[in-house]
């Protein structure tokens, strides 16, 4: 095969063409980029960006909400929420408020505060420790295994129990500490250490 070789009309007429050819395959040396800076897990504490979370130094925002994700947040935080007022336990229901952990800054779908621990001043940017109890909902961008690495994040955190919830396969698992237990859709699952005598059937919580 013969190979044929183009001279670029700029190119010096005194450089043989073997050599014009291997000027220009040589790759441009790029400079160095700058390093990211990071963000300090104070630093966001005290300023949080919406829909973020901390992870390890970085920001990862909160995305992949579905109907059936939504829909299984809201009823669970209107189920929490009216539970504790008619009991009379008291406390507060909240969305997405973020808290920190003995590693990261989470946002829970869903958590409860006790009346012991909700602040004096009936407000703050972020929670000192995990919420005593709380709730994520899988989302299909959502890994199990994440998920339940991220509930046991917060149990060492001070969270007494974690409920996790897969609409899609109509599943709730809820750990207090111990061992999971699993709910299917034709079970009733209730609360075991927080917000005392709580119970939903999976289908009405994941319908």
Sequence with gaps: MTATIIIPKNADPKIEPESQQKSEN?????????????????????????????????????????????????????????????SGQ???VITEVLCRTAKQGRRPDVAYITPELLPQSGNFTAFFQSFPL???????????EELFAKAQEYLESG???????????????VNAGKNWQLFNGDEVVNTQKVLAGFSVAVSELLA
Excluded at 162 to 167: A, I
Aim: proline fraction near 7%; hydrophobic fraction near 40%.
């Design 26 to 86: 040589i790759p441009e040396i790029q400079p160095e980029s700058e390093p990211k800076q990071v963000i300090s897990l104070e630093d966001f504490l005290v300023k949080p960006a919406d829909r973020m979370e901390w992870v390890d130094g970085n920001l990862v925002e909160k995305t992949g909400m579905t109907f059936k994700h939504g829909l299984a947040q809201v009823k669970l935080a209107r189920f929490w929420g009216n539970y504790k007022d008619s």
């Design 159 to 173: 969270c007494l129990e974690v409920w996790l919830l897969f609409p899609e396969a109509r599943l709730v698992f």
């Design 90 to 92: 008291g406390g507060e």
């Design 134 to 144: 709380i709730a994520e909902v899988a989302s299909p961008e959502d890994s199990g």
